[in-house]
């Protein structure tokens, strides 16, 4: 079952899908993500380190979120993404619309500097 987590780091908010998001998941992994990005702003990154798949339902997911968050005034940027899902991300050319960082710390950089 996937799983958002979401933490607030220096007024950016990190969320943390676990699992997988595919067809049967895309849909709860953007209304999670929607439900977080509306209460806590638009600054947002999303960190992967705990996902084990993302099929193309999840990319279009991923879109919505990216498009929500950019008609707010903000920015999303992705992390810690596994092989798997950063072969994905880069064969969609997802990696063009959304910028991939290592790991959180240097996604919260993007911000701060």
């Known amino acids: ?9 220096n007024d950016i908010l990190v969320l943390q899908p676990s699992g997988r998001i595919d067809a049967d998941t895309a ?7 929607l439900r977080h990005i509306k209460a806590k702003g638009n600054r947002i990154i999303i960190d992967f380190s705990l996902l084990d798949y993302l099929s193309s339902a999840g990319l279009r997911a991923l879109l919505i979120v990216a498009r929500s968050v950019k008609n707010q005034g903000g920015d999303a940027v992705m992390c810690s993404l596994s092989d ?11 990696d ?5 960082y290592s790991n959180v710390d240097e996604a919260i950089s993007f911000y701060t500097n």
């Open 1 to 9: 079952m996937l799983q958002v987590h979401q933490i607030v780091i």
């Open 27 to 33: 849909h709860a992994f953007e209304d999670e993500s």
């Open 96 to 100: 063009t619309i959304l910028g991939v």
């Open 84 to 94: 798997n899902v950063n072969n994905v991300i880069k064969i969609s050319g997802f």
